[in-house]
């Protein structure tokens, strides 16, 4: 099975920084890598998918990049809204989940 | 607008059974791969298994966990998905969400229903 790590596990982070969260896996996904954001008691939401296609919808700050093994999720100007659990996901044959990311207010 | 209506959660003793139904509306069901995802609490998201179409046979795979314990199929005529559990452990408490691409995409979970809590306990 493909594992997926997430970095880092916590993030602090004040508005209108630019961040970035990690996500490696174990083997080769190509760009079958999906970012959902997910905040308490609610759903998880879609922003990316393929790596770095934009869900319609989502801001523009949102951004993804990465093939193989190493992805990246960049968020170019923190807003309050942003401020919740992100989660990778490879959706090739297997559908496995990073570990997921808070980003929380510094 | 696509809509996915979890219903089903509840307590239930270890050993027990209980099945989830997702109802859902606003998309082509019968073309779609529907997936169930749980999380524990305070814990992240897990996958727990998956159905495909009838046209690609309607096979399931699970996740290691839940595999030979918990069952998914559908009913394309009512347009729900389901999630037959059973030997549940106290590992398995987890809000369970019912998700999918809606057909014609890539895989992605792009629609997710609210939730639905399932307490395993004594």
């Known amino acids: 099975d493909i594992q997926m790590t997430q970095s880092p596990s916590t993030l602090s982070a004040s508005v209108g920084d630019r961040v970035t969260i990690t996500c490696r896996a174990s083997?080769?996904?190509?760009?079958?890598l999906a970012w959902y954001q997910q905040k308490p008691g609610k759903a998880p939401k879609l922003l990316l998918h393929?790596?770095?296609t934009l869900e319609s919808g989502v801001p523009s700050r949102f951004s993804g990049s990465g093939s193989g093994t190493e992805f990246t999720l960049t968020i170019s100007s923190l807003q309050p809204d942003d401020f919740a659990t992100y989660y990778c996901q490879s959706y090739t044959s297997y559908n496995t989940f990073g570990q997921g990311t808070k980003l929380e207010i510094k | 607008e696509v809509q996915l209506v979890e219903s089903g959660g509840g307590l239930v003793k270890p050993g027990g059974s209980l099945r989830l139904s997702c109802a859902a509306s606003?998309?082509?069901?019968?073309?779609?791969?529907m997936h169930w995802v749980r999380q524990a609490p305070g814990k992240g998201l897990e996958w727990v298994g998956r159905?495909?179409?009838?046209?690609?046979?309607?096979?399931?795979e699970y996740a290691a966990p839940v595999k030979g314990r918990f069952t998914i199929s559908r009913d394309d005529s009512k347009n729900t998905l389901y999630l037959q559990m059973s030997s549940l452990k106290t590992e398995d408490t987890a809000v369970y969400y019912c998700?999918?691409?809606?057909?014609?995409?890539?895989?992605?979970?792009?629609?997710w229903g609210q939730g639905i809590l399932v307490t395993v306990s004594s």
């Open positions: 083997q080769s996904i190509s760009s079958w």
């Open positions: 159905i495909t179409t009838k046209i690609d046979g309607e096979t399931t």
């Open positions: 998700t999918t691409d809606g057909g014609g995409r890539s895989g992605e979970f792009a629609y």
């Open positions: 393929k790596a770095s």
């Open positions: 606003g998309f082509t069901f019968n073309s779609a791969w």
